[in-house]
T-cell receptor, first 109, second 115 residues
Framework: EDQVTQSPEALRLQEGESSSLNCSYT??????LFWYRQDPGKGPEFLFTLYSAGEEKEKERLKATLTKKESFLHITAPKPEDSATYLC??????????FGTGTRLKVLA | ETGVTQTPRHLVMGMTNKKSLKCEQHLGHNAMYWYKQSAKKPLELMFVYNFKEQTENNSVPSRFSPECPNSSHLFLHLHTLQPEDSALYLC??????????????FGDGTRLSIL
């Protein structure tokens, strides 16, 4: 059965304190891995798509990387506005996406 | 207006009421999705529509009834709901129906509370 596991469940960082979020997946034939950001009271907002092991994508203070078993979302020198829940998802079957439960990130000023 | 718009944003209803959630996308996508999001649980896919045709029903109880009159509009009709149906209901759309090729774009959801 296809699965996505995210860790940690919650993370508190001081402003400027870099860290990484993990997304481990078990899926037959990876066709893509998606990262989303979700703010309270909002829907998920698309950040990145990674398609193959070794691929990296960057956006401002965020960098996503992909291996054959997991993906990392590296946050460099975070700011309070980076506080959100970060979700990852992989496709499963023809139309379905499997989401992780997310990492709740809180960046303190 | 651009993006994916959901109405209403909040809904409180009794277990015997009938209500509908509405979703509209202005992105030119041809696939639309309903998800349920509950606290500390992953997003749970409910229904998928591809070019107005339902292609996925993820074992959803019949008290939830979707409708997709065209590729821009999606409805979720609700009746005789249970307290455990209280959740955030998210609508999403994407360019292609085949998962893995395109990201999904989400609305901000309807927060549903069942009394």
């Amino acid at each position: 059965e296809d699965q996505v596991t995210q860790s940690p469940e919650a993370l508190r960082l001081q402003e400027g304190e870099s860290s990484s979020l993990n997304c481990s997946y078990t899926v037959s034939g990876l066709r893509g891995l998606f990262w989303y950001r979700q703010d309270p009271g909002k829907g998920p907002e698309f950040l990145f798509t990674l398609y193959s092991a070794g691929e990296e994508k960057e956006k401002e203070r965020l960098k996503a990387t992909l291996t054959k078993k997991e993906s990392f979302l590296h946050i460099t020198a975070p700011k309070p506005e980076d506080s959100a829940t970060y979700l990852c998802a992989v496709p499963s079957g023809t139309y379905k996406y499997i989401f992780g439960t997310g990492t709740r990130l809180k960046v303190l000023a | 207006e651009t993006g994916v718009t959901q109405t209403p944003r909040h809904l409180v209803m009794g277990m015997t009421n009938k209500k509908s959630l509405k979703c509209e996308q202005h992105l030119g996508h041809n696939a639309m999705y309903w998800y349920k999001q509950s606290a500390k649980k992953p997003l749970e896919l409910m229904f998928v529509y591809n070019f107005k045709e339902q292609t996925e029903n993820n074992s959803v109880p019949s008290r939830f009834s979707p409708e997709c009159p065209n590729s821009s509009h999606l409805f979720l009709h609700l009746h005789t709901l249970q307290p455990e149906d209280s959740a955030l209901y998210l609508c999403a759309s994407s360019h292609l129906p085949n998962a893995g090729t395109q990201p999904q774009h989400f609305g901000d959801g309807t927060r549903l509370s069942i009394l």
